[in-house]
């Protein structure tokens, strides 16, 4: 049986890391105990000093850690499961949406729209609370499902709050010009967000990052889906036909530049033609 002089020691070592454990709570992600914590730090020999403590002992130093030291990112993991949830739900409602639109089922796709119109709201409006309480909790494609229901529901302003909340840093070129075009869309639509010369902005800085691309093919896929974005929104503000006609002209050369196979899917390709579909019927030789 242990001396009190070993009792002690044994004690300050465990008091020594909780305090470790303690001073990096704010650099690790919420998701593990304090005991997990332990075990995967750089002292976790000290996790088996809490052998022939009282299980009620161990028990205080947790509920210390939770309620005391950061509450909130306890809370943040049990929200994270809601969230993570939530946001799988609105993916999944938006994938089926646009699987019918892909396949030319308009008619079909607006009527799932309209059934789920009172589901997304409520989703939507819970995961944007979610995500103002723990922006971290979100990750970039999570945020961009966020965006989407935001601007479909026409909240343009907390759309582009969420699109601005990304991190650039840690985007690719690709990302970086995909961001640029959706900030874009949110402020070409219409809404409180809505401002046509800096959704024009957007596009020319999605253009300036896909120009940076190595390979040809992929800066001529972003410059089509650039284009195309572009196209159809000035259409749909009424702009001059003259004024998009250039727009139009260049997509039209792309698609006989860069011919897609016909056993292929290319939803990109797909979206240029609806796009030169739509400039022919309401600008017809402009």
């Not at 935001?150 to 990302?175: K, P, Q, W, Y």
């Not at 949110?186 to 253009?207: L, S, W």
Request: hydrophobic share 40%.
């Amino acid at each position: 049986m242990p001396d009190e002089l070993e009792i002690e020691r044994r004690l300050t070592k465990l008091e020594t890391s909780v305090e470790f454990i303690r001073e990096k709570l704010d650099e690790e992600e919420p998701e593990k105990t304090l005991l997990q914590q332990v075990l995967d730090s750089a002292n976790w020999k000290n996790f088996f000093y809490l052998i022939g403590i009282p299980v009620t002992a161990v028990a205080a130093y947790t509920q210390f850690e939770e309620k005391v030291w950061n509450p909130d990112k306890y809370e943040a993991i049990a929200q994270r499961g809601v969230a993570v949830e939530k946001v799988s739900r609105l993916q999944q409602i938006n994938s089926e949406i646009f699987a019918l639109q892909s396949q030319g089922k308009e008619a079909e796709a607006f009527a799932r729209v309209e059934a789920t119109r009172g589901q997304i709201q409520r989703l939507t409006g819970d995961v944007y609370e979610l995500w103002k309480k723990f922006p971290n909790l979100f990750g970039l494609y999570e945020k961009y499902t966020l965006v989407e229901a935001l601007l479909s529901s026409g909240e343009t302003d907390s759309a582009l709050a969420v699109a601005n909340s990304v991190d650039i840093d840690r985007l690719d070129t690709i990302e970086t010009s995909d961001l640029s075009l959706l900030k874009g869309r949110i402020q070409y639509a219409e809404g409180p967000a809505f401002d046509i010369e800096a959704a024009r902005q957007h596009m020319r800085d999605a253009g300036a990052a896909a120009q940076t691309l190595e390979r040809e093919g992929q800066q001529m896929q972003m410059f089509e889906k650039i284009l195309a974005v572009r196209a159809i929104n000035e259409l749909w503000r009424g702009t001059d036909c003259a004024e998009v006609a250039p727009f139009a002209e260049t997509l039209a050369e792309m698609v006989e530049m860069m011919p897609v196979p016909e056993d292929s899917v290319d939803v990109g390709r797909d979206n240029t033609l609806a796009v030169l579909g739509q400039f022919q019927a309401s600008c017809g030789e402009s």
